[in-house]
């Protein structure tokens, strides 16, 4: 009771009259952790935040319209706990990596959406929010896209974690059956962010089944770049199977635009419950098949190899650490990330202090609040 009238008094400051949504509900997560950084200059040390899930506090709302109709909003900011800041934040930046139609600073970074929907026609919505792709794989992930050993180490990624100036659409669930969308107008990108604000047309589809212990899923995302009008095709697939004693998942991805890009990653995943315990190990493999301008940059595989567990006070506390190592071939410079940052942009170059063909390895130990 008290957390839902300190929501309605925060909606208040947002959004003037607060009285007339059904609900207002503040919700969050704080997680922090400690993490050691083996890199080509040596091992670095950091406080990070958003190992296991990305900081934030949000507000969603809902008021029921009558006739089984129903008015949605979500606000999410995220927190960077070690110093602060805004992730997400910069809209004109290159950190933000989603360029939108105005520049300055987020004032809710992850999410803002607003929306209707029914349960008979299912949820329509406009905004900023993750995509059909993201949400696809990161459910299928036995670590939740979270995690050292998660599967955003080796997803090939493209440009499908969120969409700016979007429009959203989430169908009703038919035998398990459920079919997503999403599609961003023009001026708005997660290719470039000094980009010109027209051609950044991107569509993107997801269609998932989930019934009893089983969780499957396809999802196809093409997406214009503003400058030349090059096309990233996005692609990934998988299956879970929840045993009680196991869970089991298996991911496959694929990117490719017109020119250099070529990611092909595929991975198995499994997750033991015991007790108040969670195991988790993940193996895979990422394909990095070939650059069509640049023949040097061929065959710059790598292999990840992730572990991790966490163990839970209650429903909303938890301890985590996890390791996570990458076996870098040739030019290959991936390298270990966890839930609050994706890192698999490019596979040739130096990035992050990890040189061509070097292995780097990671570890965290942290802990999560959910509120």
Known sequence: ??????????????????????????????????????????TLKSVGSGGESGSRWGLRGTEDLGNGIRANFVFEQGVDLSDNSVPQGDVAATTSGNAASSTGGRMFSRTATVGIGSAAAGDLRVGRAYTPFYNLWSALDVMGAGLAGGAQNYIALGVGTRFDNAIYYDSPKVYGLQLTGAYRLGESTTSTATAAKTGNNAGNLALTYAAGPILAGYSFLSAKNAADNNTTRSQVAGLAYDFKVAKLSGLWSNVRNDT?????????????????????????????????????LKNDDSTFFGVGANYSFSKRTDVYTSWAKFKNKNNATVRVQDASNFGLQTIAGTTANVTPGFDPWSAQVGIRHRF
């Open 260 to 296: 250099t890009i070529r990611i092909r990653s595929y991975g198995l995943g499994v997750s033991v419950p015991i007790q108040a315990f969670n195991l988790f190990a993940q193996v895979a493999r990422v394909d990095n098949r070939y650059d069509v301008n640049n023949s040097a």
């Open 1 to 42: 009771m008290k957390k839902k009238l300190l929501a309605a008094s925060i909606a208040t400051l947002f959004a003037g009259v607060a009285h007339a949504q059904t609900s207002v509900t503040l919700y969050g997560i704080a997680d922090g952790n400690v993490r050691f950084d083996h890199t080509a200059i040596g």
